[in-house]
């Protein structure tokens, strides 16, 4: 991997190992991406269990659902081993169990389901009309501390906030909503799985931030803990991730140290592409329930 393409480390990242270790299970190995405080971040290994399952179902099958639980924190400096449990091969679905270890311990645990391309009913929940990307300045444009500038440079994707990013010091209005552009720094390869995977990727990010704006809160709130305890997501439609993505986002509650943020990815021309949820643990000293 290396540092001046984010790009290459992702798709590095992405591209697991296969070894002839296993009992019932299909054994993958992966590398972590370096990560500012050592911990693996969580869409990695989403990203890579979505790897390793689907590479036990046919091509014919992509992967439309998916549910896991972030069990122990990851460390991003050593490699991560997945099983894949073959549950289930029906007519047109499949279904997977994957676990991802390190040390020999769990520290993410998935299943997820696949289907062939099939006809059916076809609608969905329009975009909202918001400014397009070139009328969103990036993450990096001045007001950022260094490292936190440093940090998004490193990222393989490029991420526009439109209502204005939660890394600086300035106040925010409390709502609960928020939409973002994401898409990579450079173009993929033409792969559907590495596209599915790449979705999950992004998918994990920024979306625990509905949840800070409805209360007010950035990311430099003195004290503040987060930790994504879950995730659900499910593909609707192909996209490319390589071309810009508007990820509409908000938090419907929060309570008990806990808060519930969900999502929905877009094409540009306004293709409703995948659904997200994800419940994280919130913690601010001194706030209230």
């Not at 998935?110 to 990307?133: N, R």
């Not at 998004?152 to 709502?175: I, T």
């Not at 419907?252 to 306004?270: C, H, K, M, N, V």
Request: hydrophobic share 35%.
């Amino acid at each position: 991997m290396t540092e001046t393409d984010p790009v290459s480390s992702l798709i590095s990242v992405l591209s697991l190992a296969s070894t002839e270790a296993r009992t019932t299970e299909d054994i993958f190995t992966g590398l972590s991406q370096p990560m500012p405080f050592g911990r693996v971040y969580g869409g990695q290994v989403l990203a890579q269990a979505v790897v390793a399952a689907s590479r036990t179902v046919e091509d014919e099958r992509p992967i439309h659902s998916m549910h896991g639980y972030f069990l122990r924190p990851g460390d991003s400096a050593r490699g991560i081993t997945f099983s894949v449990d073959r549950l289930r091969d029906g007519r047109s679905f499949s279904a997977r169990r994957t676990q991802a270890y390190q040390e020999g311990v769990p520290i993410f645990s998935m299943i997820a389901s696949f289907q062939t391309e099939d006809a059916g009913l076809d609608h969905s929940e329009p975009a909202p009309d918001v400014p397009g990307p070139e009328d969103v300045p990036d993450l990096e444009t001045g007001g950022l501390h260094p490292m936190t500038m440093r940090s998004f440079g490193d990222l393989p994707v490029e991420v526009k906030h439109v209502p204005g990013s939660l890394y600086r010091d300035e106040p925010v209005a409390p709502d609960p909503r928020q939409t973002v552009w994401l898409r990579t720094r450079r173009g993929l390869p033409d792969d559907r799985l590495l596209h599915r995977a790449a979705l999950a990727y992004l998918s994990d990010m920024t979306i625990q931030e509905s949840i800070l704006r409805a209360h007010g809160l950035t990311w430099t709130t003195p004290g503040l803990s987060v930790a994504s305890l879950d995730h659900a997501m499910w593909w609707h439609r192909a996209a490319r991730v390589d071309e810009w993505l508007l990820y509409v986002q908000e938090s419907p509650t929060a309570r008990g140290g806990r808060g519930l943020a969900t999502g929905r990815i877009y094409t540009r021309d306004g293709a409703l592409v995948a659904s997200v949820a994800q419940e994280v643990m919130v913690r601010v000293p001194g706030g209230s329930e």
